[in-house]
């Protein structure tokens, strides 16, 4: 990719991990708080992910069009 850099990483959060990564795929919005999620290569439908913002655990609906809903509780403790 023309011009990649250490510049262009996001930050992202799965279930309290910070990681880093260079492709951001598609950009979700957290129901709770309206942030930009950024859902990156990799990322699966069912798959519960950390809100950069608000810090609030979401699931992943689908990619097309773009779905994030609050995970349940019971699915935010077997993440733990």
Do not use: H, Y
């Not at 951001?24 to 290569?41: M, Q, R, S, T, Y």
Request: glycine share 8%; aromatic share 2%; charged share 30%.
């Amino acid at each position: 990719m023309e011009g990649q850099n250490d510049s262009a990483l996001t930050r992202v959060e799965i279930l309290g991990k910070e990681e880093w990564c260079t492709e951001v795929d598609v950009i979700g919005e957290c129901p709770e708080c309206e942030a930009e999620v950024p859902l990156v290569k990799g990322d699966m439908t069912g798959q519960l992910i950390d809100c950069p913002d608000c810090g609030v655990v979401l699931e992943i609906v689908s990619f097309n069009p773009v779905e994030l809903v609050m995970a349940p509780e019971d699915a935010e403790d077997a993440g733990e």
